[in-house]
């Protein structure tokens, strides 16, 4: 069980674009959606938060125009990252908590690779 | 804010020893502190979660210590085989107000070779 799904698992977009990545809690419902962004050799950084039904918080330095989340379901959040620019390339994975009391294990997708050109 | 260290940016040790990492931090203390397997290309995978009034947990091969005097998490895993080599990542979990959740606070992670 808790299992969490990303697509795509690649993209490679030209720069510009807009691309859309989409985070699925299969078998479990999660109040709570993170999305993280991991550069190579590095830690993975929280870009933002996002709780169902409201607006995502968004750490300090994440540009909340350019990296768009939409919680609209217990089961579904998307991160659209807007006008992308090669600077924009990395890997990016999103986590879901289940419901209740916090805190829970966090289940991670396998992640997204995205590529600008 | 809070800063999290894993000593080791990689290590190496022969299979059926039991490898150890370190996980410190500063500032205050966690509530929980996790630790997650990290495959190349892959998302962290959950391994272990201890809370802040808990010494050690453990986890049939795996052993994991929490120490709030020291600041300070250790990470076994005993009778190490080569399908353990991975990255292992150290992170902790504190309540983020503005967000109204907990939220986890990575460590780089600490790249284990187990070697035949």
């Known amino acids: 069980g808790a299992v969490v799904s990303q697509h795509p698992s690649w993209v490679i977009c030209k720069s510009g674009t807009s691309v859309k990545i989409e985070c699925r809690s299969l078998d479990f419902q999660a109040t709570t959606m993170f999305w993280y962004r991991q550069f190579p050799k590095q830690s993975l950084m929280l870009m933002a938060t996002s709780n169902e039904g409201s607006k995502a918080t968004y750490e300090q330095g994440v540009e909340k125009d350019k990296f768009l989340i939409n919680h609209a379901s217990l089961t579904l959040s998307t991160l659209t990252v807007t006008s992308a620019h090669p600077e924009d390339s990395s890997f990016y994975i999103c986590?879901?908590?289940?419901?209740?009391?916090?805190?829970?294990?966090?289940?991670f997708g396998p992640g997204t690779r995205l590529t600008v050109t | 804010s809070q800063k999290i260290e894993q000593n080791s940016e990689a290590l190496n040790i022969q299979e059926g020893k039991t490898a150890t990492l370190t996980c410190n931090y500063t500032?205050?203390?966690?509530?929980?502190l996790q630790w997650y397997r990290q495959d190349p290309g892959r998302g962290p995978v959950f391994l272990l979660l201890?809370?802040?009034?808990?010494k050690e947990k453990r986890k049939e091969r795996l052993k994991v210590t929490f120490d709030t005097t020291l600041k300070q998490s250790l990470f076994h895993i005993t009778a190490s085989q080569p399908a353990d080599s991975a990255t292992y990542l150290c992170?902790?979990?504190?309540?983020?107000?503005?967000?109204?959740?907990?939220?986890?606070?990575f460590g780089k992670g600490t790249k284990l070779s187990v070697i035949p």
């Open positions: 986590s879901a908590k289940q419901l209740g009391p916090a805190p829970y294990e966090q289940y």
């Open positions: 992170a902790l979990d504190m309540i983020n107000s503005g967000a109204g959740s907990y939220q986890l606070t």
């Open positions: 201890i809370r802040e009034n808990e």
């Open positions: 500032n205050y203390s966690p509530a929980y």
